[in-house]
């Protein structure tokens, strides 16, 4: 039974430049969040994908935008990336727009520079 | 600001002894609870969780206690082992998302 699959695991970009991240969810599950991780911070919520929509959204710019194919997976995208987006991207999984029991990948490290 | 957050930093616990880790939260609203654990490199993961109409969740060698009171949220960790040096999360949760705290390193001392 696969976990939640991230890619890639890092990567480092410039000042200006996008970025797409990659989540694959847990087997049987349908809805993706995405989370950002400041070194030495609690991850801070950017928003839920369920049924291919976004249905939340935390504090972030509209830089910040993703997409949910059918097949359940999601990508992230940071556009014109600053360098305070330096940070640890997470994906989490969970069942029918859930927040419970939500399991997690072990992120992207996004390097700005 | 945050809604939850971690009374200590890190926490020096000797193998063997137990462990206790604490949170408080501001949301009276919540109505569930997450205790993650993170390690180096990898993404938190799920160690137990508890609903607001409950005031004590035991798992395998760790027990959640929950004090709606005061708004206190503790995670105990019997007979630490080595492997339970990690970073500790609470979350909470009325919503859609999940809100964490700053987290607790626990570093265990052989």
């Known amino acids: 039974d696969a976990g939640v699959t991230q890619s890639p695991t890092h990567l480092i970009k410039t000042r200006g430049q996008q970025v797409t991240l990659r989540c694959s969810p847990k087997?049987?599950?349908?809805?993706v969040s995405w989370y950002q991780q400041a070194l030495g911070q609690g991850p801070q919520f950017i928003f839920q994908y369920y049924e291919e929509e976004e249905r939340q959204r935390g504090n972030f710019p509209d830089r910040f935008s993703g997409h949910q194919f059918p097949n359940y997976s999601s990508e992230l995208n940071v556009n014109a990336l600053l360098l305070g987006d330096s940070a640890l991207y997470l994906c989490?999984?969970?069942?029918?727009?859930?927040?419970?029991?939500?399991?997690f990948g072990s992120g992207t490290q996004l390097s700005v520079l | 600001g945050e809604s939850v957050g971690l009374h200590l930093p890190t926490l020096s616990v000797q193998e063997g002894d137990n462990s206790i880790i604490n949170c408080a939260y501001s949301?009276?609203?919540?109505?569930?609870f997450i205790w993650y654990k993170q390690e180096s490199g990898k993404g938190p993961q799920f160690i137990i969780d508890i609903r607001s109409n409950m005031d004590k969740r035991q798992g395998q060698r760790v027990t959640v206690l929950l004090n709606k009171t005061v708004k206190h949220l503790s995670l105990q960790i019997a007979a630490t082992q080595p492997g339970d040096s990690a970073v500790y999360f609470c979350?909470?949760?009325?919503?859609?998302?999940?809100?964490f705290g700053a987290g607790t390193t626990v570093t265990v001392r052989a």
């Open positions: 989490a999984s969970s069942r029918q727009g859930a927040n419970e029991k939500l399991f």
């Open positions: 949301n009276s609203a919540s109505d569930y």
């Open positions: 979350a909470e949760t009325n919503d859609y998302k999940l809100s």
């Open positions: 087997s049987g599950h349908d809805t």
